[in-house]
Every structure is written in structure tokens, then in C-alpha cells.
């Protein structure tokens, strides 16, 4: 039976359980500032709706998400905003793929010196989904490649001396210290990896965890999550799109038994650990075999990016846009705790959407609009791959070419009072002035990425329009408190460490709304002098990604080096 979505009619027999799971549920406590101002209160009823339980968490696909699409496209049309989706409407269908891993039928095995080594399911191994074989095994010889980088540009190159045709990859992850922080973030992609091994004739590929990996994501919680479904984007030919085939079968293993899949060919996974810390690390020829095999369901499924826009005041700026983009899904249901499955995901990003939603209201209402046209894109997929970004980048509901740049919001971590605004990736683009013209406008101080090893730049949906080549701006919560005792870093490390991607990520948190409705002036301001600007943004010169990615002449191929 096709999914429900909201856009039909639901089923008396849906009706009536949705009835009755309505009447059972509590009151919210919701409280009330007296104090707050209009902006910081619209800026609350957005958050307190997205976030609710009755929207079951908002995944990608779901009707919680389709309830809150609906929410989105209404809110922008009182605003006065056109629509700008498929045939007229607010929304813009997004064509997915759904796989989810069954139980039975995965092995990693290894096969090395007379002896066999079976892994266990969930607790050593977990197979990532596979969205072209949703039934798979490869037995091959294996290959470890450090961590699969071929970047001669930059004088590294993993696969040197190697063979992987008809072999299966072992890796870690990451990419080598010493590559300035874009390079990092690009290079460490799981997609350029899965890209580069398979290009070299690999037929699977084993990610070994490292005691790092350990420390940042612990194996027990992807463990725990084996069940949650991934997705993809599916082409015209109801196949999956950017996926790699060849590899037949592609997993990780857990940090915990590193040593039983590297060892035998005299080296330690505690001595390769070493040896990338200190830019040492090489390859070599595993001895024996691996045995991978994988079982998953695929599925066809649908869900929608909400798009509205602002037209131009301009007779001839106004065919350009700025884009303002926001994800508004979130992670669904999932394992309980403390009896509760419903990971709400308030600030991650229910308020990310409600900021752009302001900024939007603002920009609607100004006597005079910008030049440039604005579009509002309150995007699907992001905590699936940013495939809605990814999507919309890709066949934009108007002229790929007149998107001039892009303003994105993501989980604000916004819990205690701040004074400040950190705007990520301002550094590559001629977006820098206008940002900081803008923080002086509104009156807030701009601060540096705190914690630039965590690569945001490349983390959230202005990825997906930097890999288009369109300029793009990460405007984040600050990190300097507005008064004694305020510690915004320690509530961000509480929150990351916490609620995070779990059901705490609810509206029962101190979201400071004053400090959102001030991103949200931070927003229009920039979206404002964007528009205005008699040129359109472009990468500064030599810039990493302006040069992979654009497409103003400075740029190039994506994967050239």
C-alpha cells in the first residue's frame, strides 16, 4: 500500500487512531514569556509546533514530515511569498530510495592462516545499506589503503603500489592532519572514499573504526540504530543516483576488533593509529580473505522540499536569487529512553526552520523588496545525506544559473544568552564583507568557528549548493555569553554530548528566542545586502572549493586534482 500523505485523503480507520492517540496524549507544558518580544514569540509558536510530539519526530518521508511541510508552505503564503515548487505549488517532489537492514543474512568473515574469524552482527560489524543489491555477498582477497586520499596536488597518495582490482578495501577513516581544513573535510568524505576505491577496481570496501572514531560516535549507538532506515536520491531510471555498485558489499567494523582485520602482516591496530597521527601511514596487502555479504530492503518513497520566493524589485536583478535554506526533517522514531521514542529534534532544526521563517516575514514585509529575487527552502532528506539540499541544487525550481548565493540554518545551538554570531565560511567567498556589514547593522559581534576541526563547512545543506558552485554562508549560534555565569560553549558541548539526535532535543530545553529572533535580523540584513549588491557574490581567488567547485571560470571539475 502507497505511503499516507497528507496531500490525500487519510483512511477513516487512520482517522479514528489518530483520534484517539490524540485524545491520550498530555497537555504540553508550555509556559508563557511575558517579556518576550513579537519577533522571539512567532519565532517560539514555529518551534513549539514542529517540535511536538504529534509530528513524531519529522523524518524524511514521513506524514509527521509532510504535516509540518504543509505547516511551512502556509506560513510562507500568509506572508505573501509566491510559490515556487513543482506546478505552481509550495513544493518541489523529492524522488528517494528507502532501505532499512534486515536481521539475517549479513556476514564479515575472515579467512587467514588456516584459521576463519566470524564477526558478529551489530556488535562487531553493521553492512551499510546498499541501494543497487538489496542482496549481496563478495568473497575477495583484502587490501588496507590507510585512508583511501589520492590527492596529488598534495603530495599524498594512499593507493601508490597498490592493486585493488577484484580485492575488497580496508580503510580508516578521516584524512591526513597535515591537509589545511577544507582539504580535511573534502578528502574525509565517506562518498569521495567509496568513490576512489571503487574507481580502482575494488569490489567492496571494510572502514575499520579507530579508537578516535570511538570516542566521537561510540560503537554502541550505531549499534543500537541498526533498524533506522537510510535513503538516496533515485533517478528517472528508478535506480539509486551517486551510488557505486562495483562495490558489492561495503561495512564497518567497531574499534574493538580493529586488530582481528589488520593484523597478520606484522603491524598493530594500535601502531597504524600511530603511524596516521604522524602522517606514516601506508598501505598493504592483507593476508587471506574476507567474506562480506549484506542483506537490506529497498523501496521507492517520496517527500517534498517546501519553496517560496520573493520576487526582485529590480527589472533586471530580479531574475538572480538568493537562496535561504533550512532542513525541516529530523530523525523519526527511535530506540526509547526513559520511555520516550520521539526525537522531536527542537533545536536540530525546528529552530533553524523558525529563524528562516522570520527572516522571511521580515524581508516580506519591507516597504521595498531586495533587487535580487529571495527564495525560502525548507529543505527534506538533510539527516539522510542532505538529499533535499543535494535535489534542489540539482534541478532548482528556477534558472540553475541565477543562483547567486546561498544563506544556510542548522541547528542553532541557541540554550544560553549570547552576544555574538559565528558565521562559517565566510573566509571563501566575497560573502565576508556583506557578513560582517550585516552583523554591524543589527548589532551583533561576529566570532570564529570554535571548533573548525569538525569540518561544518562541508556538514549541512550549504554543501549541496557549494558542490552546485554557489557561494554559501553557515550563519551558527555564538559562543560568547551576554551576561555573568552565561556559558554558551559548555551548554553546546552539554547539548552535543546529551540531546543530540535524541529524544531530550525537545522544547522542554532553555531555547534562548530572543537570540533567535536576532539571527533572524542577522538573516534579513545579509539576505538584504545581497540582494542589493550590484554584483553577484563570487569565490575569492584560489579558494579550495572555489576552484573544485565553481562555476564562474575559476572553478573546475570535482574531482580533478
Request: with cysteine; proline share 7%.
Amino acid at each position: 500500500m502507497p505511503r499516507l500523505s497528507i496531500f490525500r485523503r487519510p483512511s477513516l480507520l487512520l482517522a479514528a487512531a489518530l483520534a484517539l492517540s490524540a485524545c491520550q496524549r498530555a497537555a504540553p507544558d508550555e509556559g508563557y514569556d511575558e517579556s518576550a518580544a513579537a519577533d522571539a514569540r512567532r519565532i517560539e509558536a514555529d518551534v513549539r509546533y514542529l517540535a511536538d510530539d504529534l509530528l513524531e519526530g519529522r523524518e524524511t518521508g514521513s506524514r509527521g514530515h509532510d504535516l509540518a511541510a504543509l505547516y511551512v508552505a502556509q506560513r510562507l503564503r500568509a506572508m505573501g511569498l509566491r510559490p515556487a515548487g513543482d506546478d505552481g505549488g509550495y513544493t518541489q517532489r523529492v524522488p528517494l530510495l528507502r532501505a532499512q537492514r534486515l536481521a539475517e543474512g549479513n556476514e564479515l568473515v575472515i579467512e587467514r592462516n588456516g584459521a576463519t574469524t566470524a564477526l558478529r552482527f551489530r556488535d562487531q560489524f553493521l553492512p551499510l545499506l546498499n541501494y543497487d543489491q538489496p542482496e549481496a555477498r563478495v568473497e575477495a582477497p583484502a587490501v588496507f589503503v590507510a585512508q583511501a586520499v589520492h590527492a596529488p596536488k598534495l603530495r599524498h597518495d594512499d593507493f601508490a603500489g597498490l592493486d585493488l582490482r577484484g580485492k575488497i578495501a580496508v580503510l580508516f577513516g578521516g584524512a591526513p592532519a597535515r591537509f589545511a581544513p577544507d582539504q580535511r573535510a573534502f578528502y574525509a568524505s565517506t562518498e569521495e572514499k567509496l568513490r576512489a576505491v571503487a574507481e580502482r577496481g575494488a569490489v567492496g570496501a571494510v572502514f575499520v573504526a579507530t579508537t578516535g572514531d570511538e570516542q566521537t560516535y561510540p560503537w554502541a549507538r550505531s549499534a543500537e540504530d541498526w533498524q533506522r532506515p537510510g535513503m538516496r536520491l533515485r533517478g528517472s531510471d528508478g535506480r539509486a543516483i551517486d551510488s557505486t555498485p562495483s562495490l558489492r558489499v561495503v561495512a564497518r567494523v567497531s574499534a574493538a576488533v580493529a586488530d582481528v582485520l589488520l593484523s597478520g602482516n606484522g603491524h598493530t591496530a594500535a601502531e597504524l593509529y600511530q603511524a596516521t597521527d604522524a602522517g606514516r601511514l601506508r598501505g598493504f596487502d592483507l593476508p587471506g580473505r574476507i567474506v562480506l555479504a549484506a542483506r537490506n530492503t529497498v523501496a521507492p518513497l517520496e517527500s517534498r522540499n517546501v519553496v517560496a520566493r520573493l520576487p526582485g524589485s529590480d527589472r533586471r536583478l530580479s531574475a538572480e536569487h538568493v537562496v535561504f535554506s533550512a532542513h525541516l526533517d529530523h530523525v523519526g522514531i527511535g530506540p526509547p529512553v526513559d520511555g520516550d521514542a520521539i526525537y522531536n529534534g527542537a533545536i536540530d532544526n525546528a529552530l533553524g526552520v523558525a529563524v528562516m521563517l522570520e527572516a522571511a516575514r521580515k524581508l516580506a514585509a519591507a516597504p521595498t523588496p531586495p533587487r535580487r529575487s529571495i527564495l525560502f527552502v525548507a529543505v527534506t532528506g538533510e539527516e539522510k545525506g542532505l538529499l533535499g539540499a543535494q535535489w534542489f541544487a540539482q534541478h532548482p525550481t528556477v534558472p540553475a544559473a541565477s543562483l547567486v548565493a546561498n544563506l544556510n540554518l542548522d541547528m542553532p545551538i541557541l540554550l544560553a544568552p549570547t552576544r555574538d554570531v559565528v558565521p562559517v565560511g565566510i573566509e571563501h567567498s566575497s560573502l565576508a564583507p556583506l557578513v560582517r556589514q550585516a552583523a554591524k547593522d543589527v548589532g551583533v559581534a561576529l566570532s570564529p568557528d570554535p571548533a573548525p576541526e569538525q569540518n561544518m563547512f562541508v556538514r549541512s545543506d550549504q554543501y549541496a549548493f557549494i558542490r552546485a558552485g554557489v557561494p554559501a554562508v553557515y550563519l551558527n549560534g555564538g559562543v560568547e555569553g551576554a551576561r555573568f555565569g552565561a556559558d554558551p560553549r559548555a551548554a553546546q558541548r552539554n547539548y552535543l554530548s546529551q540531546r543530540y539526535h535524541q529524544p531530550g532535543d525537545d522544547t522542554s530545553q532553555p531555547i534562548q528566542y530572543a537570540d533567535a529572533a536576532r539571527l533572524a535580523r542577522l538573516n534579513a540584513r545579509l539576505g538584504r545586502l545581497i540582494g542589493d549588491a550590484p554584483q553577484r557574490p563570487t569565490w575569492n581567488a584560489g579558494d579550495f572549493f572555489g576552484q573544485r567547485f565553481g562555476t564562474d571560470g575559476s572553478g573546475g571539475d570535482a574531482h580533478a586534482d
